[in-house]
């Protein structure tokens, strides 16, 4: 290391920082993207999952209702008893 000048050893020592730099910026970009992939398929996963709780929570009240029309006979819904009135 004696032997480079005061000039080489300034050039190597800037070289080895950008280098480092380079380094750490390219691992920054690749993790932010894999990051923002595995962030894309949980917001889709969660998108699905909320569609089936809507499907699971309008088959239960549709069970609820059925259950309801067997044992009294009346449509306790309000919609369709003023279409059947009119």
Known sequence: M?????????YLGFST?????VLVGGT??????????GFNEYRSLARASNAVGEI?????????????????????DNKCDTANQV
Request: no cysteine; glycine share 2%; hydrophobic share 50%.
């Open 56 to 76: 699971q929570a309008n088959m239960l009240m549709t069970r609820t209702k059925e259950k309801d029309f067997i044992l009294t006979g009346l449509n306790s």
């Open 2 to 10: 004696d032997m480079l000048s005061f000039s080489q050893k300034l």
């Open 17 to 21: 920082v950008i280098a480092l730099l």
């Open 28 to 37: 920054a970009y690749f993790a932010l993207n894999n990051a923002s992939t």
